[in-house]
């Protein structure tokens, strides 16, 4: 199975950003550790500061993958035109996060994309990467682009 994981605005700072909202880790350092503990799944990953490139690998990837692991940072929060080229695509979308949204800031407790996902995994840190994965695991589909 072809699963893309897609990191949003400010994504590329983990292990040096607020290390106690976000930890120390890297996600270029923790790619390999997913690559690993998944064989059964193939795990591309790509990660954009820019909304339009983010909408733009999706609309790439939502008719061919099996499924999008998304955490589209800031975006979550004020992105309708993200919102609407995930409820465009076929390929189902995990929304994660690394905090947990609800013990934060008012603003951060509304996902304008969680509605066109299959389910939204908060708080865990770089492990929510890994529980979305699982769902994607235990999928076996019957085609390549379905909706779950």
């Known amino acids: 199975m072809q ?3 897609l990191n949003g605005p400010n994504l590329n700072l983990l292990g040096q950003r ?10 270029d ?3 390999p ?3 690993e503990a998944f064989p059964n799944l193939t795990i591309d990953y790509f990660q954009s500061n820019h ?21 589209a940072g800031g975006y979550t929060h004020t992105s309708v035109a993200l919102a609407d080229a995930i409820a465009a695509i076929n390929t189902p979308v ?22 066109n996902c299959v389910g939204s995994i908060a708080g865990f840190k770089l492990d929510s990467y890994k529980l ?17």
């Open 33 to 35: 550790e997913l690559q």
């Open 18 to 27: 607020e290390p106690g909202i976000y930890g120390t880790r890297s996600f």
């Open 132 to 148: 979305a994965l699982h769902y994607f695991d235990g999928l076996r589909p019957k085609r390549v682009g379905f909706r779950v």
């Open 51 to 71: 909304e339009g490139q983010l909408i733009d690998k999706l609309h790439e990837v939502g008719f061919t993958y099996h499924g999008v692991v998304l955490n």
């Open 94 to 115: 995990v929304e994660v996060h690394l905090s947990n949204l609800h013990a934060r800031e008012e603003f951060r407790h509304k996902s304008l994309i969680g509605k």
């Open 3 to 5: 699963i893309l994981i």
């Open 29 to 31: 350092a923790y790619l």
